[in-house]
């Protein structure tokens, strides 16, 4: 079945209306199994423990491998990927990819990355971090007009909550951006493991000014 960010069911209306031969729309959510089934992972040997926390912890009672998914009107079920990919954004799955690369269809943006963030109302809200061609300022304007530029390209729904403009992203020394911390960054939580970054302090700058956006 198919739950939000809270573990609540977000199928049991679809499948009432399949029932009662009504009109259904398409739905997302988190992929997730209740009925287990003999060919599904049992066990990482020598580590119950891990196995438990990974697959068993997020939705308690549901086995959740850690992937999104739509269920269309044909009753079809089409997996989106990893959920570190997919946004959950008011009941509508968003590709992280797709508004990073709205984003750097603008001419002013470089490079950028996305992440969904903990929303009250929305289950998760969009959080875009991106960095400026040269030649261009960041701004209050051009905050805005990005934003407006990825609803135009993608849709209203996928309009970023936040644009941060940053003069460098969290990356590894091979040049991986780290989103994971980009997570901790706009979820206001402390820093996780920064150890592998090539500059650390870069995250920190980055936290700071989230922070001071967000005040």
Not at 50 to 59: G, I, L, M, N, T
Not at 116 to 144: E, M, N
Not at 176 to 204: C, F, H, S
Request: some cysteine; hydrophobic content about 40%; aromatic content about 6%.
């Amino acid at each position: 079945g198919l739950v939000d960010e809270g573990g609540n069911d977000v199928s049991s209306g679809y499948l009432a209306a399949a029932r009662e031969g009504r009109a259904r729309q398409e739905i997302g959510g988190y992929l997730v199994l209740t009925h287990p089934w003999p060919s599904m992972l049992r066990g990482i040997y020598g580590d119950p423990e891990r196995y438990k926390q990974v697959y068993w912890s997020r939705f308690p009672g549901r086995y959740f491998a850690g992937d999104g998914a739509k269920l269309d009107e044909d009753g079809c079920f089409w997996l989106l990927g990893r959920v570190d990919d997919v946004m959950l954004v008011a009941g509508h799955n968003i590709s992280t990819m797709e508004v990073e690369s709205a984003l750097v269809d603008h001419p002013a943006v470089a490079e950028a990355a996305v992440i969904g963030k903990k929303h009250d109302l929305k289950g998760q809200a969009i959080a875009a971090f991106v960095l400026l061609r040269a030649g261009y300022t960041g701004s209050d304007a051009l905050v805005k007009e990005l934003k407006d530029h990825v609803a135009t390209k993608i849709g209203p729904i996928a309009r970023p909550d936040d644009v941060i403009i940053s003069a460098e992203l969290p990356k590894t020394r091979s040049g991986k951006i780290m989103r994971r911390l980009l997570r901790d960054v706009a979820e206001g939580r402390a820093l996780g493991d920064t150890t592998t970054l090539a500059d650390p302090n870069v995250v920190n700058a980055l936290k700071d000014k989230y922070e001071s956006s967000e005040g």
